[in-house]
């Protein structure tokens, strides 16, 4: 029987639980799920390319089905040279829709056998995005149960000016050596 692959692309700066929460029931209704990461989504996001794919790569792990990638271009395209038939979006709110619905009929004009399945988070993540997360972890305020404690972590190492410091002096004794 034909194997039913499915990409789920976004940016994912950084991961929320909301992302995670989509990803595991993709995973029980696609055969493969390919979580995929696009490059210079914004010209200048928290996280890079590099560490946003290791985050997700770590969290998706227990997932057999699930494999993380990274993509520029158009996600079609993209969907059609990894054998894709679906693209996995969520929306958890109305006001996701108008631009979930243009999206979906744009890459459906692009690619007319390209399904995109729209899926919702579980409630307690419906008011939950990545930039509200960066903005909250920016601004000192607790992002517990809203991004998984790797994530929580990484926030942390990136935003606290001591463990920036420390990270920046280790590079440059790493380069050094
Ligand atoms: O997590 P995001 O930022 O909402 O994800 C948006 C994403 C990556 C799905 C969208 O920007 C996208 O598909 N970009 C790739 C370029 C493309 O195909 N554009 C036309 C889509 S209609």
Redesign the pocket.
């Known amino acids: 029987m034909k194997k039913v692959i499915a990409i789920y ?4 700066d950084p991961p929320t639980n909301g992302h995670l929460d989509l990803i595991a029931r993709g995973s029980q209704i696609f055969d493969e799920l390919i979580v995929a990461v ?1 490059r210079n ?1 914004e010209k200048s996001p928290l996280f890079s390319l590099a560490e946003r794919r290791l985050m997700l790569e770590a969290l998706t792990e227990r997932f057999k089905n699930v494999q993380v990638d990274t993509f520029d ?4 395209d993209y969907a059609t040279k990894m054998g894709a038939s679906a693209v996995l ?1 969520g929306i958890r709110a109305i006001s996701d829709y108008e631009y979930e619905l ?2 979906a009929l ?2 459906r004009k692009l690619r007319p056998d390209l399904e995109t399945v729209f899926m919702m988070p579980a409630e307690q993540y419906s008011y939950l995005s ?1 930039k509200l997360v960066r903005e909250v972890a920016q601004l000192g305020g607790s992002i517990k149960d809203l991004v998984p404690e790797l994530v929580e972590q990484r926030l942390k190492e990136k935003l606290d000016p001591a463990i920036k410091l420390q990270h920046a002096r280790k590079a440059k004794a790493g380069k050094r050596v």
């Open positions: 692309p976004g940016s994912f696009l989504a271009g158009l996600t079609v979006r243009q999206m744009m890459n990545s």
